[in-house]
C-alpha cells in the first residue's frame, strides 16, 4: 500500500521544526523518523533496505535503484538517484530546484519509485 502525507506528518508531528544550528542538527531526528516509516511501510513496496545516517535516508529498490533523501526539517527535503558502478554508488546530490520538496511532494515521489505509483492509474488494472 502506498505512503500517505497525513501518515508521515504524524510520525514526524513530535520532531521541532524549529531547531537551532546546522543542517545535521536539525535534520537528524527527522531522518531517523523517516527511515523507521518507510521499514514499517516498506511492505508491498519495492524497498529492500533503507537506512539512515545523518540527515540522509538512503534506499535500495529491487530493481537495483538507489535513492537518497535530505531531511532538512519535517516539511523540506531533497530527494535524488545514486548511479551505480561497479561497487560504488555515485550520488546526483545537486539540486537545480528553487525551493526544496514539501512533504506531500516527498510523498509523491517516494509512492513513484518505490511503489510505482502514477498520478493516473486505470482503475480496472
Given amino acids: 500500500m502506498a505512503l500517505t502525507a497525513d501518515a508521515l506528518r504524524a510520525s514526524l508531528a513530535e520532531v521541532p521544526d524549529n531547531v537551532e544550528g546546522d543542517i545535521i542538527a536539525r535534520g537528524t531526528p527527522v531522518a531517523t523518523r523517516l527511515c523507521a516509516f518507510l521499514e514499517a511501510h516498506r511492505a508491498g513496496s519495492a524497498i529492500v533496505e ?61 509512492n513513484g519509485v518505490a511503489f510505482r505509483m502514477t498520478k493516473e492509474e486505470p482503475e480496472n488494472a
Fill in 50 to 110: 533503507v537506512y539512515s545516517w545523518a540527515f540522509n535516508v538512503e534506499f535500495v529498490l529491487k530493481s537495483g535503484e538507489y535513492w537518497a533523501i535530505e531531511c532538512l526539517s519535517p516539511n523540506d527535503f531533497r530527494m535524488y538517484p545514486g548511479f551505480v558502478r561497479g561497487d560504488t554508488v555515485t550520488w546526483a546530490n545537486v539540486w537545480v530546484r528553487g525551493t526544496n520538496m514539501s512533504l506531500d511532494e516527498l510523498v509523491k515521489d517516494v
